[in-house]
């Protein structure tokens, strides 16, 4: 067992920073986790996620809060509905059974996945409001870690845990985060049972993916009533810029997006039509496929920092839980933390070149000619 003394930093309070400080403090840690927002409250999270049973829920698992997670996670927000632009269906699976099979991923929340985690850790571990601006190793090993507001620290292992524009990933790699091709405009239907039960019907407790012309409509029922969606367009960098949309102008910037949806079915239009919530344009980055770097001391990446991908597979977050959990048992179960992060950026590399590559192919596939037929096949494949 590496020494409990080591000073360990986490740059980083998403989903895999907080699995790792949760598992490290069951086994006697302390680490100190540095989070750049002032408080869990000043952004959304974002949408819901599909946990998987060998990567999202082992991680839970490992943590010791796999049972609240049943509690509270959705069953029924597995189903999905695969569809053209004219509304044809290509798959359809409404019937899974509410059970925690082998094969299930069920959906929770962001908010209340990050939730769960944060109200598990002892209080006073993660330091909010203490945004990294960068490591220096100041010995053989140690990093002397700088921060916006003036702090610094120094420790045995700096863990980046920071996500897609990682501070940290600097001092183990060259590679960038890459614009992959695809953006995307958010779009939210808040209290829809109440206010537009027929969509919601159309939808389902589920995820709906419509395909076609190299574009997308995917919405998801949340837990908290709102149908959150995703438009998908492929193309340049410059694309949301030069659609102009203003969020003190909603009205005008629907109509813009309806625009480009001109030719789909009404089914799939409302999806524009109802949003009565936050328009959120996105630009989707990557790194490349099976990124990886020569092992250093005192140092190591998780989650988007180490293997950024695109959200065509529903992996980056499961990913991002798997890493923290595997580094904390490499950490606890190797008698030094210098083997410990060797041995869990192997395991990582494989595992995380796997899914980044399964990743790049759902992406070229959700925006390829007759998206919705491959996609329909793949998933009936599944159910086979
Ligand atoms: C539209 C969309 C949909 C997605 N859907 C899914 C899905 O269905 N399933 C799935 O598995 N994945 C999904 N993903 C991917 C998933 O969101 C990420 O892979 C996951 O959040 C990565 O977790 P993380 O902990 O590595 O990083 P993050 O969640 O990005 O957390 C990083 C944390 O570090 C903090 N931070 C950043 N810089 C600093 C700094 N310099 N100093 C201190 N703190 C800092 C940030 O504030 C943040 O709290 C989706 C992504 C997108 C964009």
Same mark, same amino acid.
């Given at each position: ?94 019937? *899974? ?8 991923? #069920? &959906? /929770?929340?962001?908010?209340? %996945?990050?939730? @769960?985690?944060? !109200? ?119 694309? *949301? ?8 102008? #909603? &009205? /005008?910037?629907?109509?813009? %997006?309806?625009? @480009?949806?001109? !030719? ?121």
């Amino acid at each position: 067992m590496t020494n409990p003394s080591y000073r360990i930093a986490i740059i980083g309070a998403g989903l895999g920073g907080l699995t790792l400080a949760k598992i490290l403090q069951n086994a006697g840690y302390t680490p100190v986790l540095y989070e750049g927002e002032a408080s869990r409250y000043v952004r959304p999270q974002g949408g819901t996620l599909d946990l998987e049973t060998h990567t999202g829920q082992r991680a839970l698992e490992l943590a010791g809060l796999i049972d609240l997670f049943y509690e509270v996670c959705r069953f029924e927000g597995q189903s999905s509905k695969t569809v053209d632009k004219n509304g044809k269906v290509y798959h359809e699976d409404h019937d *899974l059974l509410p059970t925690a099979e082998e094969t299930s991923r #069920p &959906e /929770i929340d962001r908010t209340e %996945l990050r939730d @769960l985690l944060l !109200d598990s850790l002892q209080a006073d571990t993660i330091r909010w409001g203490h945004k990294c601006t960068g490591a220096v190793p100041i010995d053989d090993s140690r990093y002397e870690l700088y921060f916006e507001n003036g702090h610094t620290d120094v420790v045995d292992l700096v863990v980046g845990a920071d996500g897609a524009f990682s501070r940290i990933r600097p001092l183990v790699s060259d590679e960038k985060a890459k614009y992959s091709g695809v953006s995307m405009v958010e779009l939210n239907i808040t209290n829809a049972e109440e206010l537009f039960p027929e969509l919601v019907a159309y939808n389902g407790p589920g995820t709906v993916y419509a395909l076609s012309d190299h574009k997308t409509i995917i919405a998801q029922m949340n837990g908290d009533g709102r149908i959150r969606v995703y438009l998908g367009f492929k193309s340049d960098v410059s694309f *949301l810029e030069a659609l102009k949309l203003s969020h003190k102008e #909603p &009205e /005008i910037a629907k109509q813009t %997006l309806l625009n @480009l949806f001109s !030719d789909w079915s009404n089914d799939l239009k409302h999806y524009i039509i109802c949003a009565n919530g936050e328009i959120t344009p996105r630009r989707i980055y990557m790194l490349p496929v099976a990124h990886k770097w020569e092992n250093k001391k005192g140092v190591t990446l998780i989650g988007d920092a180490a293997h950024l991908m695109s959200p065509f597979a529903g992996a980056g977050a499961n990913l991002a839980m798997l890493d923290g959990a595997e580094l904390a048992l490499s950490i606890i179960h190797t008698d030094n933390h210098e083997r410990a992060s060797r041995e869990y950026e192997k395991r990582m590399f494989e595992y995380a070149r796997k899914a980044s590559s399964e990743t790049k192919e759902n992406m070229d596939l959700f925006f390829s000619e007759g998206a919705a037929a491959k996609l329909g096949a793949l998933m009936n494949s599944f159910q086979e």
